[in-house]
């Protein structure tokens, strides 16, 4: 669900993710045609990296 938010409207998916000044600096870029297919990048690559810092998150709880 958050992939097709990521696509379609790639602000919103900072605010989902928790990194609400990012989505501020995303909906500026993505205000403009040109911005947005860099804003849905931006987008794609966070998620990304949100869900990798939950799966080494959850791994160390295990670890302990």
């Known amino acids: 669900m958050r992939l097709i938010i990521a696509i379609f ?3 919103l998916l900072f605010f989902t993710i ?3 000044i990012a989505g501020i ?3 500026f ?3 403009t045609l040109i ?3 860099p804003a849905t990048i931006w987008a794609v690559y ?3 990296q949100f869900k990798t810092d939950r ?3 959850a791994a160390l709880r295990n670890r302990s």
């Open 29 to 31: 870029l993505q205000v």
């Open 9 to 11: 409207l790639p602000f």
């Open 18 to 20: 928790g990194r609400p």
């Open 55 to 57: 799966k080494i998150d």
């Open 25 to 27: 600096i995303c909906f």
């Open 35 to 37: 911005g947005w297919l």
């Open 46 to 48: 966070a998620l990304s």
